[in-house]
């Protein structure tokens, strides 16, 4: 039977003992950033494998700079920590870790100055985030901009603009949500990266757009680039080019890649995944669970301790 793990101030606990008080600074002001990291379970090699762990644990130590957070461990420690914490939960099931840094001083007021901060990892069991194929409906909440919370942060905080656009998406009967920022383009879904593709060219809104800079979406231009030879232009989206596209679809830690097929009732396409989103999709999947060599150290693996 598993047992969740986490690491909390500076030791590994049960997941259950893992608490903090009600006065913590970052749960009343949304004080902290935080990483999702997928775990996939490879039935094959009885293996979880972490994909881009260190990429996610950089991308913390920045999110953790431009709040003013002091990280407890380095990336190196923080990458060892989260195989042990998989480890040892023994989970035999794709696994999402949580790591977070946040202002742990037990104090109100609203500033970031003048806080301690701490370091946590937690693991649970993650199933598909969104079904195999989304149907997305263009939100009235507006991605935040930068000037007022930076969304190259993955700030706590941030994402009850998220959470306002997946709901009002989610009650009128979609999948999921389409963020335009304060110019009227595309920005990214409630918690996706978004691609379309036209006239064979993959097409990405730029960071300029408050997009956060992902890194599966990384993953999927790389892919795109190496093995399918399909060029990546950065531009402005206007919502109506999602209309009119060939294919759109979402990246993301939790949705994995995710084709979109309608857009505000309106088909994408032929209203079914598109050639591109199937075969990156097939390719990505293989890569995530250690089944491509080519792409193997983007995988590290995590063993389930066996009793002895």
Not at 107 to 125: C, K, Q, W
Not at 267 to 289: E, H, M, N, Q
């Amino acid at each position: 039977m598993p047992t969740p793990y986490a690491y909390f101030r500076g030791e590994l606990v049960p997941l259950e003992d893992a608490k903090i008080g009600v006065m913590t600074h970052a749960f009343n002001y949304g004080t902290a950033v935080f990483e999702g990291i997928r775990g996939n379970w490879n039935p094959d090699d009885q293996t979880i494998y972490l994909f881009r762990m260190r990429e996610h644990f950089e991308r913390l130590q920045q999110s953790a700079k431009i709040l003013m957070l002091d990280m407890r461990d380095s990336v190196d420690r923080l990458c060892e920590l989260a195989v042990e914490i998989v480890e040892r939960s023994g989970y035999e099931e794709d696994v999402y870790l949580r790591p977070m840094v946040y202002k742990s001083t037990e104090a109100l007021g609203v500033r970031l100055h003048n806080l301690e901060s701490d370091t946590l990892i937690f693991v649970t069991p993650f199933p598909a985030y969104l079904p195999e194929s989304a149907r997305c409906h263009t939100s009235s909440w507006r991605r935040v901009d930068d000037t007022g919370i930076p969304p190259r942060a993955k700030v706590t905080g941030i994402y009850v603009n998220s959470a306002l656009a997946k709901t009002e998406a989610n009650l009128n009967g979609f999948d999921e949500a389409i963020m335009l920022n304060a110019d009227g383009h595309v920005s990214e879904g409630s918690g996706e990266n978004i691609f379309m593709i036209r006239h064979g060219k993959l097409i990405a809104p730029t960071p300029a757009d408050n997009v956060l800079e992902g890194i599966t979406a990384k993953t999927v231009v790389q892919l795109a680039q190496e093995e399918l030879g399909v060029e990546l232009i950065e531009r402005a989206i206007d919502r109506t080019e999602l209309y009119v596209a060939d294919e759109v679809f979402m990246t993301g830690t939790a949705a994995h890649l995710t084709p979109v097929v309608e857009v505000d009732r309106r088909p994408v396409g032929d209203g079914t995944p598109g050639p591109v989103s199937r075969r990156l999709s097939a390719l990505f999947f293989d890569v995530i669970r250690g089944k491509n060599a080519r792409y193997r150290d983007w995988c590290t693996p995590a063993r389930v301790r066996v009793a002895r």
